[in-house]
């Protein structure tokens, strides 16, 4: 697979994903912070084995430890962007899920010694000046909410950048996205069982919000990303992951009628124009990276 192809397939993951902040918000109306994880990352990872096992290859204790880390990452990342979306917009929620691309560099840099080219370095500054307008609102500091999101997106940032090295290390992509999921609901259940238990009267509503989540959000999402990211570098995946809050800023206006004021709209200019540098001029060498070099 080509580092482009790759990273059209990340985009049109961020472009569903986008979509999971709506459904999340409305999710939430019936199901607590636990409940929901449990919930949605158990039905995409039981759907996961029946429909991907003959793709998966052996499983051995170094892959079951990997999984075990990535779907940490994603339990920590989800009950903090979940306990920040309760005080916070959707739209703000997204934006600031995309200062992950500022972690990534950091983590790289600090972990691996690894400093992104002048291209990726431009696209960086273009999406978190674009991410700074899209989270600015006159008289308003930075509160709890705001604060709680970045940790999500820090959690997510060390998602990335481990799932490469993973990968690098010759896991099956594809192995690696599903136990991930699995370990995701395992963390969630014992919290949701404890805490949230009995869970409300699930509705046709509620349960179509969870299928969703679930399948197209999780499951196709989740494994896309893993193959993709073997074909491509933690600073475009964290790049491209800065359009998930434009099309959640989208989906915002569409079905929640949350509105951008204008230098909203300038930020998201800033951020499609950061990720395009990145796609057409921040392109590694080879056909997959090694962390470690």
């Known amino acids: 697979m080509k580092q482009t192809t790759a990273d059209l397939i990340l985009i049109l993951i961020v472009l569903i994903w986008g979509s999971s902040y ?14 929901l994880i449990a919930l949605r990352f158990s039905i995409a990872f039981c759907v996961g084995i ?17 999984s075990a880390f990535l ?11 979940l306990v920040g979306m309760e005080t916070s917009p959707t739209t703000s929620a997204g934006f600031l899920m995309a200062t992950t691309i500022v972690f990534i560099p950091i983590i790289q840099a600090l972990v691996f010694h690894k400093i992104p080219n002048k291209f990726l370095i431009i696209a960086i500054l273009l999406c978190l000046s674009g991410v700074g307008l899209l ?17 999500a997106a820090l959690c997510y940032a060390t998602q990335i950048v481990t799932t490469k090295w993973v990968l690098s290390s010759g896991e099956n992509a594809v192995t690696i ?39 197209l959000c999780t499951l ?21 992951f800065t359009l998930e809050s434009v099309f959640a800023a989208l989906f915002g206006y569409l079905l929640l009628q949350e509105v951008l004021p204008l230098h909203g709209y300038i930020g998201v200019i800033l951020v499609f124009s ?11 060498s080879g056909k997959k990276q090694n962390l470690t070099s």
């Open 177 to 215: 996205g599903v136990l991930q999921l699995g370990f995701t609901a395992l963390f969630a259940i014992g919290p949701a069982f404890f805490l949230e238990m009995p869970l409300q009267t699930v509705t046709l509503t509620s349960g179509m919000i969870i299928l969703y989540l679930a399948i």
């Open 274 to 284: 950061g990720v395009i540098i990145a796609v057409r001029h921040g392109k590694s």
């Open 50 to 66: 029946l429909v991907l096992w003959p793709s998966m290859s052996k499983i051995y204790l170094h892959t079951l430890a990997s």
């Open 220 to 240: 196709i999402g989740f494994v896309l990303q893993t193959v993709a990211q073997e074909f491509t570098s933690p600073e475009h995946t964290g790049l491209i």
């Open 135 to 151: 989270t600015i609102k006159e008289g308003q500091t930075i509160d709890f909410g705001t604060i709680i999101c970045l940790i």
């Open 71 to 81: 779907g940490f990452c994603f339990f920590c990342g989800f009950i903090f962007l």
């Open 22 to 35: 709506v459904a999340m918000k409305w999710g939430m109306d019936s199901f607590g912070i636990y409940s």
